[in-house]
């Protein structure tokens, strides 16, 4: 590598980047369909989908993993910044638009 090129972040580095990237996203996106009447509520409030996409992403980022122990490593380590910033950034969007609105949002 020469010294005038930066070096480029590791495909794992990348893949748990992407992993909290996409739970900052889908976090604000389940708060603001909880904040929808009808059933779409029921989507926003309800963990299970937004868990389901998690895994999936998972699933995808340990694609190219040879073995059990590395594939099962990947996984994890893909979950848990994702499952952290969704759940921080699904609360924070409530106390959010809760302290902006001045009232309390059912």
Not at 35 to 41: F, N
Not at 45 to 55: E, M, R, V
Not at 66 to 94: C, D, E, K, N, Q
Request: without cysteine.
């Amino acid at each position: 590598m020469s010294p005038d090129r930066p070096a480029r972040p590791s495909s794992t580095a990348r893949i748990l980047a992407l992993g909290a990237l996409a739970g900052l996203v889908l976090g604000i996106t389940a708060q603001f369909l909880r904040q929808i009447g009808g059933p779409v509520m029921a989507l926003g409030g309800a963990t299970a989908s937004w868990l389901t996409l998690g895994f999936l992403f998972a699933i995808w980022a340990r694609r190219r993993s040879t073995s059990l122990r590395a594939a099962s490593g990947l996984g994890i380590a893909t979950m848990a910044p994702y499952l952290f910033v969704w759940l921080l950034s699904y609360h924070a969007t409530f106390a959010i638009r809760e302290s902006v609105t001045g009232r309390r949002v059912a």
